[in-house]
């Protein structure tokens, strides 16, 4: 198994600085980036876990924090294991932070992390790869729409509010996206219905993106998310075979 080292870094915004977690192997050589978009949980020993498998993987993973206006992680005093009974309090919390950052702050964060992986001796010439979770999953389709000429590869995990009737929804970008894209639906998510299923596979088909997108049967929203009640671990596993063929076949 690759060695991988782990190190807490700082990126300078237009609005501040993000702290954030890079995972690379540990080589001394530079490695393709992977920008690993957190869900609503935050930065926490459960990402940064997934950032080092993927790391292992052969690349160099940044997970910033998205929320670094509100505070540097751990912004919520999660417990150890997230269960059904502490989540309303949790969201007391968690929303408000959500509802701040709006799509364009959220984009205008993503060119300052895509600058800071371009300097970093850690991470080799050329594209990106965008993932995300739960809310990150939006930020991912965003960032592959905002930033075609660096992402070559977007995925999005059991995402919420993907293809909304607001005139920011995330899959309005289609027709801006050069990557190719996959997307793993949680099967019967409230924050996903049927009808924007619908709507994102019609928006990337009229707009000729190559991409997937796929209903993961029986697994809940957050299933990737082992620190919760969400968890499915057939269908995390699924998810990394998935993100690990759409990395290989991109870079």
Request: some cysteine.
């Amino acid at each position: 198994m690759t060695a991988v080292q782990g190190t807490a870094v700082d990126i300078p915004t237009e609005d501040g600085t993000a702290d954030a977690y890079l995972a690379h192997p540990d080589d001394g050589a530079a490695h393709p980036a992977v920008l690993f978009f957190m869900d609503a949980f935050g930065l926490r020993p459960q990402l940064r876990s997934m950032a080092d498998r993927l790391a292992a993987e052969g690349y160099a993973v940044l997970v910033p924090n998205v929320f670094y206006r509100h505070g540097r992680a751990p912004l919520f005093d999660l417990p150890e294991f997230i269960d059904p009974e502490a989540r309303p309090e949790i969201f007391e919390r968690i929303v408000p932070v959500m509802q701040a950052l709006t799509p364009d702050l959220a984009m205008r964060d993503a060119g300052a992390y895509l600058s800071w992986l371009a300097g970093s001796p850690a991470v080799a010439d050329g594209p990106v790869a965008l993932t995300g979770y739960c809310m990150g999953a939006r930020l991912s389709l965003l960032g592959a729409g905002t930033y075609p000429e660096r992402v070559a590869a977007a995925a999005g995990f059991h995402g919420g509010r993907l293809a909304t009737d607001t005139p920011d929804s995330p899959h309005l970008v289609a027709g801006k996206v050069t990557a190719e894209l996959y997307f793993g639906h949680a099967d019967q998510d409230p924050s996903l219905p049927q009808e924007q299923i619908e709507r994102l596979e019609e928006a990337l088909t009229a707009a000729g993106v190559r991409h997937r997108c796929e209903v993961y049967t029986g697994a809940p929203h957050g299933f990737t998310q082992a620190d919760t009640a969400s968890y499915h671990r057939e269908a995390a596993e699924r998810h990394w075979s998935a993100l690990l063929d759409l990395l290989k076949r991109t870079f």
